[in-house]
C-alpha cells in the first residue's frame, strides 16, 4: 500500500464517510480508522489480525507497501504457492495456469514463520558476511593504494640515484624507464580504483538490503516478508556471487611496484635502459571466508524455522501466595525470588514478611519456613538446598529446606552489594558494586569480574552459559563475555523494560516485560526469539524466573505474589 501524508480509512470511505486512518492490517490489506480498529480487534474473524501504524508502514520499502495480499486477475486471494513458476496464485490462477503443476504448497504454510526460518536467518547472516567481506577488500584495496603511493616515492628516488651515477647520456634512458613506469602505475592503480568503486557500490547495496531485512523483521507481515525476502536475495546473491570472482579471478593480489636497477659496468657498453619496473604480486592479505549459504539461496524451496519459534508454554497452575500477617499489613507480599528444587517442589522468598513458601508441583502449599533476616534473590544449589541473598548482611546463606536449617555462610567482600544471583555448576554469578558482575565460588572468592557495564546500581539479573553472561539491562537483553565486552543487544518494542530472567541452560533464554507483561523466549546468538505471551496484567510486574531443567517447566513470579507453573514444549518436536 502507497503511503500519504493523510490516508483515509477504507472501511469508512466504502459508506462514503471521511475518517483518517491510523493503522494497516496486513491481512485484510485495509485502512482502519480507530473506531473500525477497535471493532476489528474484537470481530472474531479478525481478532488474531496484527495491526501495524501507517508511520511504520512508511518505513518499509516502497515495494513491500505494494505487494499485493490477492491476485489481480481474479481479484481473488492467494490460496497457493507455485515453485516451479516462484509466484503465489489464487484457485483460478491454480485452475487455468498451473493444472500441470505438480510443485503447489498452501500459501499459509510456505509463508508461515518466514521471519523465524532459517533461510531467513541465514540470509541476515549472509547479508553480516558480506558487508565484512566487501569492507575488508575496500580496506585492503585503499592499504594498498597507500603503499604503492611510498613505493613510487622510492621509486623515483632510486631513478635519480641510478641516472646520476651515468651522467647527461642516460637522461633518454631515464625517460623511458620513467614511462614505463607511470604506465605501469597507472595501469594498476586505475585497476584497484575501479575495483573500489564497484566495491564501494556492493556495500551500499548490502547496507540497503540489511536496513531493509531489520525494518521487515520489525514491521512487515508474514506474506510480505517472503515476497520482499525473494526480491532483495537476487541482489544480493549477485553482489555475493561477484565478490566470489574478484577472490577466484585473483584480482586481491598486493601488487609492489619496485625498481630493478641495471647497473651501468661501461658507458660503452650495451644496456638501453636505467632499469627494468617490476611488478610483483605478493599473496593476498585477506581470504574470503567459505560459508553454507544454500539454505538462504533456496529463497522457493520449504522453510525450516528453526526451534525456538515452535515453543509453546501451557499453564499447570496459576496460584496466589498466601498471606502472612507478620508484615502487620495483611495481604502483602514482596516476592522477589523463586526456584524448583530437586524433588519438584517449587520455593518462593517473600521479602516483606521474611519467609520461604513452598509448593509442591500441583501448586498445593506444603508449608513455610520464617527466617530471621530478610531474603532477597535466591539460587538452586543441589537437592533440597538454595542460596539466599540476605539484606544487608554480607553475606550469602546456603539453607537447607527440608529441615529449615542454616547449612553454611558464605562471606564476601564488604565492598561488595549484590543485587542479583545465579549458579553456574558449583560457582555463583552475582551483580557486583562496580557496575558489572562477578564469578564466585561456594568460598566467596572471585574467580573472575566483568568491567562496569552497567548503567545504574539498580537489580539487573544475570546467568552465565558456555562462558558467556547473559543479562537485562534497562532498555534490553544483552550478551557480554567474561570481561565484560559487549557481544550483542536484544531489543524489542514489546521489551522495553525488562526485569527477570532464566534460560534453559543451553541455547534459550526467558525474560519478561515488567510492565506490560510480555514472556519472551530469546536464543543466545541474541536473533531468534517468539513471543510467548501478549501484554497480560496477570504477568505485569514480574519479578522472577526459573527454568526446571530436568522438568522442562518454567516458573514466573510477580511481585504481588501471582504464581505460574507451565509446562514447555517444542511442538515441532
Not at 521487515?216 to 510480505?224: C, G, H, I, R
Not at 529446606?401 to 564476601?412: D, F, I
Not at 565486552?485 to 534453559?504: G, M, V
Request: aromatic letters at 8%.
Amino acid at each position: 500500500m502507497a503511503t500519504c501524508s493523510k490516508e483515509l480509512c477504507d472501511i469508512c470511505y466504502n459508506q462514503h464517510i471521511t475518517a483518517i486512518a491510523t493503522v494497516f492490517c496486513s491481512e485484510c490489506d485495509e485502512k482502519l480508522c480507530e473506531r473500525c480498529s477497535a471493532n476489528h480487534s474484537v470481530a472474531r474473524l479478525s481478532r488474531k489480525h496484527e495491526c501495524i501504524t501507517l508511520h511504520n508502514v512508511s518505513k518499509l520499502p516502497q515495494f513491500v507497501q505494494d505487494t499485493k495480499l490477492y491476485c489481480i486477475a481474479h481479484e481473488e486471494s492467494y490460496e497457493y504457492f507455485c515453485s516451479k513458476h516462484d509466484e503465489p496464485c489464487c484457485t483460478n490462477c491454480l485452475r487455468d495456469v498451473h493444472s500441470e503443476c505438480h510443485n503447489m504448497s498452501s500459501i499459509q504454510n510456505t509463508v508461515k514463520d518466514v521471519k523465524f526460518s532459517s533461510a531467513f536467518y541465514d540470509f541476515e547472516n549472509m547479508l553480516s558476511y558480506l558487508i565484512n567481506t566487501i569492507s575488508n577488500v575496500i580496506d585492503d584495496r585503499r592499504e594498498n593504494l597507500q603503499e604503492l603511493k611510498k613505493q613510487k616515492i622510492k621509486f623515483r628516488k632510486d631513478i635519480r640515484a641510478a641516472r646520476a651515477s651515468v651522467n647527461v647520456i642516460l637522461g633518454k634512458m631515464e625517460d623511458q624507464i620513467t614511462m614505463n613506469m607511470n604506465k605501469e602505475f597507472s595501469e594498476k592503480e586505475s585497476e584497484i580504483k575501479n575495483l573500489l568503486e564497484k566495491f564501494e557500490k556492493y556495500r551500499c547495496i548490502i547496507n540497503k538490503s540489511q536496513e531493509c531485512i531489520h525494518t521487515l523483521k520489525m514491521f512487515a507481515s508474514d506474506f510480505q516478508s517472503f515476497m520482499a525476502f525473494r526480491k532483495i536475495s537476487e541482489n544480493v546473491n549477485c553482489v555475493e556471487q561477484a565478490t566470489r570472482k574478484v577472490f577466484e579471478g585473483n584480482l586481491l593480489t598486493h601488487i609492489e611496484i619496485a625498481m630493478e636497477s641495471t647497473v651501468p659496468y661501461s658507458i660503452n657498453s650495451n644496456f638501453h635502459s636505467l632499469g627494468q619496473v617490476n611488478v610483483k604480486h605478493n599473496s593476498p592479505r585477506i581470504s574470503l571466508e567459505v560459508r553454507k549459504i544454500q539454505e538462504a539461496q533456496l529463497v522457493s524451496k520449504v522453510l525450516f524455522p528453526v526451534k525456538i519459534p515452535y515453543i509453546q508454554i501451557q499453564v499447570k497452575f496459576s496460584v496466589k501466595l498466601p498471606c502472612s500477617g507478620r508484615s502487620g499489613q495483611r495481604g502483602e507480599v514482596d516476592c522477589f525470588g523463586c526456584c524448583t528444587l530437586g524433588n519438584d517442589d517449587v520455593i518462593i522468598s517473600d521479602s516483606l514478611n521474611k519467609r520461604l513458601v513452598i509448593l509442591n508441583n500441583n501448586g498445593e502449599l506444603k508449608k513455610q519456613l520464617n527466617l530471621s533476616f530478610v531474603p532477597l534473590g535466591l539460587a538452586y544449589l543441589k537437592g533440597t538446598q538454595i542460596i539466599i541473598v540476605a539484606h544487608n548482611k554480607q553475606k550469602l546463606i546456603i539453607f537447607g529446606v527440608e529441615n529449615g536449617l542454616l547449612l553454611k555462610t558464605v562471606t564476601y567482600n564488604s565492598n561488595f552489594h549484590i543485587k542479583s544471583i545465579s549458579m553456574k555448576d558449583n560457582e555463583i554469578i552475582v551483580q557486583n558494586d562496580s557496575y558489572g558482575f562477578s564469578l564466585l565460588d561456594l568460598d566467596g572468592t572471585v574467580k573472575t569480574k566483568t568491567k562496569g557495564i552497567l548503567s545504574d546500581t539498580d537489580s539487573h539479573e544475570a546467568l552465565c552459559i558456555k562462558e558467556q553472561i547473559y543479562y537485562v539491562a534497562n532498555d534490553g537483553l544483552c550478551c557480554c563475555d567474561m570481561k565484560g565486552d559487549e557481544i550483542w543487544k536484544f531489543q524489542h518494542l514489546k521489551l522495553r523494560t525488562p526485569f527477570a530472567l532464566t534460560s534453559n541452560g543451553s541455547d534459550i533464554l526467558f525474560t519478561t516485560d515488567f510492565e506490560s507483561g510480555c514472556v519472551f523466549a530469546v536464543g543466545t546468538d541474541g536473533k531468534l526469539y517468539k513471543i510467548l505471551t501478549k501484554s497480560s496484567r496477570h504477568f505485569k510486574y514480574v519479578s522472577s524466573m526459573y527454568f526446571n531443567k530436568d522438568k522442562k517447566q518454567l516458573v514466573i513470579v510477580t511481585v504481588n505474589g501471582n504464581i505460574f507453573l507451565f509446562d514447555v514444549a517444542n511442538k515441532n518436536a
